[in-house]
């Protein structure tokens, strides 16, 4: 990957909070990939593949030989695409792969995950101690709590709209950002977030939205408001910030993105990830 690359990449995550590239792996590699991922989720459907020395040696105890030797591969592979490098630009600090991991989601009529993102706050699901010291980590870069990163998805098999594809609305994570960092600050009160329809409703309460134009341009603020008005239809999803890709794409996105899994309605959908947060 060439350098100017790697900076037009990290400056629409930064901007956009997302970016899309078909034919990322060469063709060795992703034959290689695939070829290893769909023998891998015959057996189970989400596998998580060593990063660390200590996770490279319980497969080895367990004689999970394949797992360890294809995860070799794979880091191979980011390492040649620089993906670390292309993190560490976006989050600013330097990153490191702390997941790894493929799945398998088998043809169903439901939402992979429903509309989100992965920072914002969620009881029952996590205490507000935990979100806090996670909050911390990604906003000042405190280490008692780990941090939100930036995610790459890379598809093995085709995704369209309503058949497995992510949407991501552009510019969320700048509203996410600022809230979490208002809250980080006690400059506001905590309050379920995670959820779009919580994170709109948030927005709307006392004096938040003023509040957040101190981090984030206004007519930005307005287009998050616009773009996420669906929520609260009926239909309650769109299609309209769907990422429509071929096997062997890639989609790159801020974790503080709102963002969701559309259902693989129509066939299988296998995506392997790489997951980078700040060390
Ligand atoms: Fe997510």
């Known amino acids: 990957m060439k350098d100017e690359n790697i900076i037009q990449i990290s400056n629409d995550v930064k901007n956009l909070g997302v970016f899309s590239k078909n034919n990322f792996l060469d063709e060795d590699d992703f ?57 560490s630009n976006i989050l600013g600090k330097e990153a490191f792969l702390e997941t790894l991991d493929c799945y398998l989601s088998n043809k169903s009529n439901k939402q992979i995950l429903e509309w989100h993102n ?54 969320s994570h700048k509203i996410v950002t600022a809230l979490t960092k208002l809250i980080v600050e006690n400059k506001i009160n905590i309050k379920p977030y995670w959820k779009l329809k919580d994170l709109r409703e948030f927005i709307f309460s006392k004096n938040i939205k003023e509040s957040i134009i101190q981090f984030v341009n206004s007519d930005e603020v307005d287009r998050f408001i616009d773009y996420s008005k669906f929520i609260d239809s009926s239909e309650k999803d769109t299609f309209d910030f769907d990422y429509e890709m071929k096997k062997n794409s890639v989609v790159i996105f801020d974790e503080l993105c709102v963002h969701r899994g559309s259902a693989p309605v129509e066939n299988d959908r296998l995506v392997l990830r790489y997951l980078y947060r700040k060390k």
């Open 31 to 87: 034959g290689f990939v695939s070829k290893s991922l769909i023998e891998l989720v015959k057996k189970q459907k989400k596998i998580y593949f060593p990063v660390t020395f200590k996770q490279f040696f319980i497969k080895f105890i367990k004689f999970e030989f394949k797992k360890s030797q294809t995860s070799k591969k794979l880091i191979d592979i980011s390492n040649k695409l620089k993906l670390k490098k292309i993190a």
């Open 118 to 171: 992965d920072i914002g706050f969620k009881p029952p699901n996590i205490s507000e101690d935990d979100f806090l010291k996670e909050a911390q980590a990604t906003i000042r870069n405190k280490k008692d709590g780990s941090s939100r990163g930036v995610k790459f998805f890379v598809y093995l098999t085709d995704v369209k709209s309503n058949n497995g594809a992510l949407g991501v609305i552009p510019y």
